[in-house]
């Protein structure tokens, strides 16, 4: 049996630190796959933040997913079929101000609306600032009936080379 003395010091060579980010990270990893993301990051920079962590993402199927950065270990994910249903909720479960109920609609107005890749099926943002920036209008399987929108070239390149190998 190992002494007790052992067990200290191996104990305390562990950094709880490290450890509970890791924890955290990735059960933050599932939050994001259960909206169907590819990471945490993707995630949060295609949802919006609605305060206190709160934050709202609108899905490609047209509902909205309210979730919270802070309690989502306690708190599932919220979904809601429209727009107005959201409010409602929010209405009711917090205490808003005319001037927050405002700003609110403002925010959810610019909540951009996802799409969902053809090729890898994960969400993205179709008016994403990278995108944007590297001039990545839409990439489309078929360029000519705009259908098959990829998230990234990458996928485009993946879907071509999978062809080839079919083919
Ligand atoms: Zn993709």
């Known amino acids: 049996m190992g002494s ?3 067990w200290e010091s191996a104990l305390d ?5 490290d450890v509970l980010e890791e ?7 599932n939050l994001a796959r259960e909206l169907r993301f590819g990471t945490y990051e993707a995630l949060r920079k ?26 989502y270990v306690q708190e599932d994910i919220r979904y809601f079929d429209t727009v107005q249903h959201f409010l409602h909720f929010a209405l009711e ?7 927050e109920v405002r700003e ?13 890749c053809a090729v890898c099926d994960l ?3 179709p008016e994403d600032e990278a995108r944007r920036e590297l001039g990545i209008e839409g990439i489309y399987l078929d360029e000519e009936n705009q259908e098959g929108e990829c998230c ?3 996928c485009a390149v993946e879907a071509v080379l999978h062809e080839m190998k079919e083919g």
């Open 93 to 99: 479960q917090f205490n808003l101000g005319e001037e």
């Open 4 to 6: 007790m003395e052992d």
């Open 46 to 71: 295609s949802s919006r933040p609605l305060g206190d962590g709160f934050q709202i993402t609108r899905l490609s199927d047209g509902n909205w997913a309210f979730w919270n950065e802070q309690t």
């Open 152 to 154: 990234s070239p990458q």
């Open 123 to 125: 969400h993205f943002n």
């Open 13 to 17: 060579d562990i950094d709880w630190n």
């Open 23 to 29: 924890v955290d990270g990735e059960l933050l990893e």
């Open 104 to 116: 609110l609609i403002q925010l959810l107005d610019q909540t951009p609306r996802l799409k969902r």
